[in-house]
């Protein structure tokens, strides 16, 4: 049973998820016994059997338990679960055929089915147990953690993670504010730093221009930036300026007042863009950066999953593969350069995250909260754009919150 399991889990020491020194047989007793005492447990979960609208959304009391198949894995209690656009997009099948194929590369579970599927990329909960090789964190901690598309998601009593995914949650957020951040602040991590080289040593003199301030993605990198010193400026609707000001946008240039890139034009020239809106802005946005300095452009915004939703592994990176190829060669005799951006788990990013929120540098910007049952609510939400922040679930109710 449950508290078996968590007497055993507080037995053993190990890492916060590398490949420890326990062994492997080891394991693999923990393991059997794990499967072997869970075989019957199930959980309260919101799943879909198919993909399509809001209606194949199904709230069950019998999904599956999640269980440590590795021994750095970690079970996380749920309390609060952040949504995102993805999870409308994959509620639709977007990414079905790579992310499948990463959810489960050797055929290990022997089944040619995803379903039940669940979605929610963003958790903020309690360590509920950890496997053999864990030492970083132990039964008990409260932690946040960004879930990737591969794996079963967070509208769910337990969710199942890596330990190097996963962070010590701030001390002075609660578990929905928590909630609000890892997915959008482990994207916004992933661009600026990996793909765009910022960090917090070499942004003070740096312009940066945000296409999308108003939205998850934007409200944490715009606070982000700041922290580390940047000069930023964001395009957003006239009615968010009040917000992306309150979190520090040094400029912000209404897009809804046409044309924007003339008012972009008329400005310095910039550094480093993070394009989270993508489509025909490309087609202008590049010429708004200073040529022949190393300057990026990066897009959230890119074809990589539906190409090979249409056209299967190998021949849809072999699209993008080109495509980006090209893009970035023909920038490149521009004097910029042109990237992609892609969302990246990371447990040490969310602890550098976690300091700064601790110290009052960056906030949640928490739109709206749902209760579990209202899930489908919180999903049209989502769907109906216009974010100004974030959209979270309460999957476990939290004293005082
Ligand atoms: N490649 C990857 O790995 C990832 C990609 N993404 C993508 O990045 C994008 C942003 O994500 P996220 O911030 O979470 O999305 P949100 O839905 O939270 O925010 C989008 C924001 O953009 C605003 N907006 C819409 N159109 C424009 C425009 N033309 N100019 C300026 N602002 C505009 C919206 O408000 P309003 O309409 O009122 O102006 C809204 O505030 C999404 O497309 C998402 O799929 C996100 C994470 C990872």
Redesign the pocket.
């Known amino acids: 049973d449950v508290n078996a399991m968590q007497w055993i889990s507080l037995a053993v020491v190990s890492s916060r998820g590398g490949h420890g020194a326990l062994s492997t047989a080891m394991h693999a007793h923990y393991r059997a016994f794990s499967t072997a005492t869970r075989r019957h447990t199930v959980m309260h979960a919101w799943v879909i059997d198919k993909y399509g609208d809001n209606s194949v959304l199904r709230f069950t009391k019998n999904a599956s338990f999640p269980i440590i198949d590795y021994p750095n894995e970690v079970i996380v209690k749920v309390h609060a679960a952040g949504l995102?656009?993805?999870d409308i997009n994959m509620r639709g099948g977007y990414g079905a055929a790579t992310l499948k194929m990463k959810r489960d590369p050797l055929n290990i579970k022997r089944t040619d089915s995803e379903f039940p599927l669940i979605l929610g990329r963003d958790v903020s909960g309690v360590i509920m147990e950890c496997g053999l090789d864990v030492s970083y964190f132990k039964p008990g901690d409260e932690v946040w953690a960004a879930v990737p598309p591969w794996k079963q998601g967070s509208l769910a009593e337990f969710v199942v993670l890596s330990a190097n995914e996963v962070s010590h949650k701030p001390k002075s957020l609660s578990h929905v504010e928590a909630a609000c951040m890892p997915y959008?602040a482990s994207?916004a991590w992933s661009v600026l730093v990996n793909t765009g080289g910022l960090n917090k040593d070499n942004c003070a003199k740096k312009r940066i221009l945000i296409?999308?301030g108003?939205?998850?993605?934007?409200t944490f990198a715009i606070q982000l930036l700041k922290s580390w010193g940047a000069h930023v400026t964001v395009?957003?609707?006239q009615n968010?300026e009040h917000l992306v000001r309150g979190i520090g946008a040094d400029d912000v240039v209404d897009?809804t007042a046409r044309p924007v890139e003339k008012t972009l034009k008329s400005l310095e020239n910039f550094d480093l863009i993070l394009d989270?809106?993508?489509g025909e802005t490309e087609s202008w946005a590049l010429s708004l950066l200073k040529p022949w300095c190393g300057a990026k452009y990066v897009t959230?915004?890119?074809p990589f999953l539906r190409n090979t939703d249409q056209l299967g592994l190998a021949d849809g990176m072999m699209r993008s593969g080109v495509t980006i190829a090209t893009k970035a060669l023909k920038h490149l005799t521009k004097g910029v350069h042109y990237r992609w951006?892609?969302?990246a788990p990371s447990g040490s990013a969310l602890d550098e995250i976690c300091e700064l929120v601790d110290a009052g540098k960056i906030r949640p910007v928490l739109q709206e909260q749902f209760a579990f049952p209202r899930v489908p609510r919180a999903f049209q939400k989502v769907e109906g754009?216009?974010?100004?922040g974030k959209t979270v679930v309460t999957v476990a109710r939290v004293q005082g919150e």
Do not use: M
Request: hydrophobic content about 35%; overall charge positive.
């Open positions: 995102n656009p993805i959008v994207t296409l999308g108003s939205g998850g993605v934007g395009t957003c609707s968010a897009y989270s809106i993508g959230l915004v890119t951006g892609f969302f754009g216009h974010a100004r």
